[in-house]
């Protein structure tokens, strides 16, 4: 009984250790992009919460600093730091917003 719980004890602290959904740590490279920020909606990727086109190219927003939401369909100037280890899943860059300024 007890070698069965500590296997069940260790499948379950190496299953929260190797998940991980949300890649963290952002490269320093910062960014300023202009456009208007959209709601994501539906996507092949799994990443961010709303997305802004600058320069002809898409790119994945999320931001624990800004409300994204109090932007959406409005022109604006977006300034992040570029997300390490994206973009995945054939997806675009992922940016970290820090501010948002209206245009």
Known sequence: MKKALVF??????????????V????????VTLN????ELG???????SHKIKFADKMYAL???????ADYTDKEVTVKGTKV???PIEGGPELIDVMSVDLK
Do not use: D
């Open 8 to 21: 069940v004890l260790l499948v379950v602290v190496a299953g929260f250790t190797s998940c991980s959904t």
């Open 23 to 30: 890649k963290k740590g952002a490269t320093s490279e910062v």
């Open 35 to 38: 456009g208007t920020i959209e």
């Open 42 to 48: 539906m996507t092949t990727f799994q990443y961010g």
């Open 62 to 68: 999320r931001s624990s600093k800004v409300q994204l």
């Open 84 to 86: 390490a280890g994206y």
